[in-house]
């Protein structure tokens, strides 16, 4: 919409079934499937609270529903990586956005592009820093 992509893509490489994993300790906040209005484009998706850092990340295009909502481990699996929704070129893929504070999907209403820089950062640094 503002030619900004909001979150990272990690390539699975036409391999399916790869397990996604929580990045740190958390809670599943958000969870919803690709035949719903926002799976339509983010596929099977889940959102992941992390109160440790005070930041949420979204998991999206998940080949199946993802995990429950509630308590989960840094290492526990939260779902598979797929090519649901609008995956471009149906690529099976992880996309992972990351956003400050506890997750709202309506925050994924951006109205502007300082909206999205607002509300959003690289989940990818995050992940690094913590190989």
């Not at 956005?97 to 309506?106: D, L, N, V």
Request: hydrophobic share 45%; proline share 2%; charged share 15%.
């Amino acid at each position: 919409k503002f030619g900004h992509h909001t979150g990272v893509d990690y390539g699975g490489h036409g391999t399916a079934g790869i397990p996604l994993f929580a990045c740190a300790d958390g809670e599943i906040v958000y969870r919803d499937v690709a035949s719903s209005a926002w799976g339509t484009s983010l596929g099977n998706h889940a959102a992941l609270w992390v109160p440790a850092v005070g930041q949420s990340f979204l998991y999206c295009h998940m080949a199946a529903a993802p995990h429950a909502l509630g308590q989960v481990v840094s290492g526990e699996q939260v779902g598979v990586m797929g090519n649901t929704g609008k995956s471009a070129g149906g690529a099976i893929h992880l996309h992972l956005e990351g956003f400050h504070g506890r997750f709202q999907i309506a925050w994924r209403s951006f109205t502007a592009l300082a909206d999205i820089q607002a509300k959003t950062f690289d989940a990818d640094q995050f992940i690094r820093a913590r190989l």
